[in-house]
Structure formats: structure tokens, C-alpha cells
């Protein structure tokens, strides 16, 4: 069996390569190229004998037919890859309310544009593998939920022209689209409107590696900066995704037996568990705890006391992420998007 050998030119390499493979059934197969071609694109013009043929070859020589690329081009393929990153190490449900919100947004809008949505999750050391539905055609393009911390590996799916659009904050030396609340913002907003409370020593929980908690951190010390007020690092305690990741906060916190009167906790669900924690501990909220959350899930409204919170704009965000993706499937380019965010104000700091 004759060997192909990778081209010089990288850039070009993948489709020279697939080239080479195309001539080489055609040579075994004893057929043409465009024989070739229609066979793998499952045209009737071909008989069964020789189709049949041509893909066993196909298959001996591990050429790799993408189904996806054939059908866009006859624009058959109504499918978008929606993929939620996990932490192996947390293994952040998908029943996680902010995840059920941002998938029916996503849902919404693709059914509003005629498109079918297939959910995939990857793991978050592992962000390049978000493109494998793309790569085996599966989709025309994917929407990813969450940056994590491997901006790079992002870059270069973006590189090698995989439509991807990004639910995360904006980065230096970005290539490629996110769509996203306007952190810093969001976070200034609850430093501000606990500051106007009175509060002074405001704990921040969350992972501030992860660039959307990082940039609510941010907006944070933004907001006690220009109050005077100097952000300890004392009160900027680790927190996961996890179903105990508030309560484990509060045991760190107050283990570090620093003053505080406030916490600012990454998303509802932690605050939710720092509350929790409190309530157990003896300590009121607000009246000796005030805590704001971020996201402002559907339960932060209906919780006790009600959650003071950051508003995701959700339902904006799933129309944009697709917009966005269309563009880049159309071969368009499509700019990064923050979207504003609002503070809603409850009970649990008032």
C-alpha cells in the first residue's frame, strides 16, 4: 500500500494531506478522485459496490470523513455544540442552577434560529477537546460555558479556525469570541452597595485563578479602593464549585479569627451555603453578617433571608453566544461582547 508523507507547509497540511489520501483510494479503488469524492458523500450516483469499496479503503488508510463539513456545505447540519467544563476534582453538577438557566437560554435562542443543541461536557484541564464535535462533524460550531483557567489551550482553537464562542470574561491576547457579564462591574456594584451599608471588612469567597471570579475580586477592591478602605488579603478566602464550598469558606474564614462584616461570596449557590453556616453558627444575617451573592438564580429570590445579588443577564447572553457563533460559521468575524450586569437588592444586607 503506497505511504503519504506530511507536507512541509504546516498551515496547508491538513487539507494537502487529505488530498493524498483521496488519490490514494482512487489509485487502489482503480476509480477517479471525483468518484472518490462522491462515494464518501454517500452520492446514488455511485453504485453500492463501488461506495462500498471506496470507504473500506477510506477506512484502512484512517481518513478521516467529516460528515459535518459535507453537510454545511449543503447546509444540512441544524446542530450546535453546547459543552459545559467540569472540574475533576469537584465535579461541578450540571444540575447546578446557573448551568440549567444558561442551557435553556441557549436552548431558546438556537430553537428561535432553527438550530438543535448537543450537550457535551469536557474536562477543564482539557479545553481543547471542547472542539471534538466539531472535528467529527457532529456540529457546526461549539458554545462553551466557562473559561476555567486554560485561556491558552482556547487560543488555539480559535487559531485553527474552530467556531467557537466563549461564556467568560475578556483576556489579554485573545483570538478568540467570549460573550460575557461585565465582572469587574458586577463586582464593584456589591462592594459599593455594601460599603453604603456600613460594612467595612467584606470577606470575598471564591477562586480568583478562574477569570470571571478574578474579575468580581477585582471589582471588589475597585469599590473599597475608592471608599479609602484597604482590601485585606486576610478576607479573600478560596472557595470551590462545590455543594459545600460557602460553608467550608466560613469555617476557613473565621479560623483565621479576622474581623468581618460582610461576604461576598463568587455565586448564589456559595452564599446560599455561607448563610447556611452562619444561621448554624448563631450568627444573624444580615444584622451581623450581610452577604451578597452573584448570578441571581431563580432561588436567590425565594430563599431565607432573600439574596442580595449580582444579576447575570442570562437571557441575553444565549441570544448573543449564538448571533455570535452564527457569524463565525458564516466565516465572519465576530467581536468579544460584555454585557452589563445590575445588582438586585434583598434582605440578606438590608
Known amino acids: 500500500m503506497p505511504k503519504t508523507t506530511p507536507p512541509p507547509d504546516a498551515d496547508s497540511g491538513s487539507a494537502q494531506q487529505r488530498r493524498l489520501q483521496m488519490a490514494d483510494i482512487a489509485r487502489l479503488a482503480g476509480v477517479s478522485t471525483s468518484t472518490v469524492s462522491r462515494a464518501l458523500a454517500g452520492s446514488k450516483l455511485i453504485s453500492e459496490e463501488t461506495r462500498s469499496r471506496v470507504l473500506e479503503l477510506a477506512r484502512s488508510l484512517k481518513y478521516n470523513i467529516n460528515i459535518g463539513a459535507q453537510n454545511l456545505r449543503r447546509k444540512q447540519n441544524r446542530t450546535v455544540g453546547v459543552v459545559v467544563p467540569y472540574d475533576p476534582a469537584t465535579r461541578q453538577h450540571l444540575s447546578d442552577p446557573f448551568f440549567l438557566s444558561m442551557l435553556g437560554s441557549l436552548a431558546d435562542a438556537l430553537t428561535e434560529q432553527g438550530f438543535d443543541m448537543l450537550v457535551s461536557r469536557v474536562d477543564a484541564s482539557e479545553l481543547d477537546a471542547a472542539a471534538a464535535p466539531f472535528d467529527t462533524g457532529r456540529v457546526i460550531g461549539i458554545v462553551l460555558i466557562g473559561q476555567w483557567r486554560h485561556h491558552d489551550q482556547l487560543n488555539q482553537l480559535a487559531a485553527r479556525h474552530v467556531p467557537i464562542v466563549v461564556w467568560g470574561a475578556q483576556l489579554p491576547q485573545q483570538l478568540y469570541c467570549t460573550v460575557g457579564g461585565d465582572n469587574v462591574a458586577g463586582g464593584a456594584l456589591a462592594g459599593a452597595h455594601l460599603l453604603a451599608r456600613g460594612r467595612r471588612r467584606i470577606a470575598f469567597f471564591g477562586d480568583i485563578n478562574l477569570p470571571e471570579i478574578g474579575h468580581r475580586y477585582a471589582g471588589l477592591c475597585q469599590a473599597l479602593n475608592e471608599a479609602g478602605v484597604a482590601a485585606d488579603p486576610q478576607l479573600l478566602v478560596p472557595a470551590g464549585f462545590v455543594p459545600d464550598g460557602g460553608r467550608l469558606a466560613v469555617e476557613e474564614l473565621l479560623a483565621r479569627g479576622v474581623a468581618f462584616d460582610a461576604v461576598f461570596a463568587g455565586s448564589d449557590l456559595m452564599a446560599m451555603g455561607a448563610i447556611n453556616a452562619f444561621r448554624q453558627l448563631g450568627l444573624d444575617v444580615p444584622g451581623r453578617v450581610a452577604v451578597v451573592g452573584y448570578d441571581d438564580i431563580p432561588l436567590s429570590s425565594y430563599f431565607h433571608p432573600p439574596l442580595t445579588t449580582v444579576q447575570q443577564p442570562i437571557q441575553d447572553a444565549g441570544r448573543a453566544l ?26 440578606s444586607t438590608v
Open 322 to 347: 449564538v448571533a455570535s457563533l452564527l457569524e463565525l460559521t458564516e466565516g465572519r468575524p465576530a467581536p468579544s461582547l460584555q454585557l452589563p450586569t445590575r445588582l438586585i437588592v434583598r434582605d
